[in-house]
């Protein structure tokens, strides 16, 4: 009756407002994925159990893993290992629990069982009541860079053993002032 059709001309605005809204989000959710498809990064699309939903070719390429391969796994499930940090992956877990995105360094494990440095950022995504819908997360093979750190560190660490053992009197200034900046145990016991 009457009473029925006005109900239901009343129910059709709100209705085309969801369908509207769910229409952007899957356009967004499209657009997004075309950019993270065409990055050399690592892309990972999660829903908000941390589950993945989407990876991108980058992600395939570093860690050796296809979509079907992990599909409605939690990442740091397939990618951390032996030698991940404990403490980061607390920091991580804590990080979602609240809702909140973070950025970080960890070692990861690809398919074959390599490890690799990871650098992440994972943000979460929402909808527009506020709530989160998904998870993205992007991770650069930052490998070369770590050895690097570590072989300048290594590099440093010998250069120090060997000025505190030089058996003649040593030091190190900056040029300019002149201000001390190191000195072996010769030169002090030189200069008092």
Not at 33 to 40: G, K, P, Q
Not at 99 to 123: C, I, L, P
Not at 152 to 181: D, Y
Request: hydrophobic share 35%; net charge negative; proline share 4%.
């Amino acid at each position: 009756g009457p009473r029925q059709l006005h109900a239901f001309a009343h129910r059709v605005p709100h209705a085309l407002q969801d369908i509207t809204a769910r229409k952007n989000a899957e356009q967004e959710i499209r657009r997004l994925a075309l950019v993270a498809a065409r990055t050399h990064n690592s892309v990972i699309l999660t829903d908000a159990q941390m589950r993945i939903q989407w990876v991108n070719e980058g992600f395939t390429r570093i860690t050796g893993y296809g979509l079907d391969e992990v599909r409605a796994r939690v990442p740091g499930h397939v990618l951390q290992g032996p030698e991940t940090c404990e403490g980061t992956v607390k920091e991580m877990r804590a990080a979602l629990r609240q809702g909140r995105g973070f950025e970080t360094e960890v070692v990861n494990y690809r398919k074959d069982g390599t490890k690799f440095w990871s650098a992440v950022e994972v943000q979460p995504l929402h909808d527009e009541q506020g709530e989160i819908t998904h998870y993205m997360g992007i991770e650069a093979d930052i490998t070369e860079r770590k050895r690097a750190e570590l072989a300048l560190r290594e590099s440093e660490q010998r250069f120090s053993k060997l000025f505190h053992a030089a058996p003649v009197p040593t030091c190190l200034s900056v040029l300019e002032t002149g201000e001390l900046i190191d000195a072996n145990e010769e030169f002090l016991q030189l200069t008092g």
